[in-house]
């Protein structure tokens, strides 16, 4: 299955603090981090639609990826989702919820 995300790249000069304002500001906006299909990833299921935030330290940067995961209603296709980029208005509540939390993240990290 191709995976729809929206990735941003920023720039991190100290990974270590930035690690520490991340998982802060994923803490404070309710996004709990889960093992995802070996994944690690940051879930907030305030709403129907999941919001979803990974990210990544890679040379001098930070790579995060947002994405929203919606279920179908059939209880026999419980299991299987679909990922949704950030952008569109279908799921609008988890998308804006993701991209103020990347937001916040991009202000906050040095």
Same mark, same amino acid.
């Given at each position: 299955?191709?995976?729809?995300?929206?990735?941003?790249?920023?720039?991190?000069?100290?990974?270590? @603090?930035?690690?520490?304002?991340?998982?802060?500001?994923?803490?404070?906006?309710?996004?709990?981090?889960?093992?995802?299909? *070996?994944?690690?990833?940051?879930?907030?299921? $305030?709403?129907?639609? &999941?919001? %979803?935030?990974?990210?990544?330290?890679? *040379?001098? *940067?930070?790579?995060?990826? *947002?994405?929203? @995961?919606?279920?179908?209603?059939?209880? =026999?296709? $419980?299991?299987?989702?679909?990922? &949704?980029?950030?952008?569109?208005?279908?799921?609008?509540?988890?998308?804006?919820? %993701?991209?103020?939390?990347?937001?916040?993240?991009?202000?906050? =990290?040095?």
């Amino acid at each position: 299955m191709a995976l729809s995300r929206t990735n941003y790249v920023f720039k991190s000069t100290d990974d270590v @603090k930035n690690e520490v304002l991340i998982k802060k500001i994923l803490n404070n906006d309710e996004f709990e981090q889960i093992d995802d299909n *070996g994944e690690s990833i940051y879930l907030n299921t $305030r709403f129907d639609a &999941h919001a %979803c935030i990974k990210y990544e330290f890679s *040379g001098d *940067g930070i790579k995060i990826e *947002g994405w929203v @995961k919606t279920f179908p209603l059939a209880p =026999i296709n $419980r299991k299987k989702f679909k990922e &949704h980029e950030l952008k569109g208005f279908s799921a609008g509540a988890p998308k804006k919820l %993701c991209r103020k939390t990347i937001e916040r993240i991009e202000k906050s =990290i040095v």
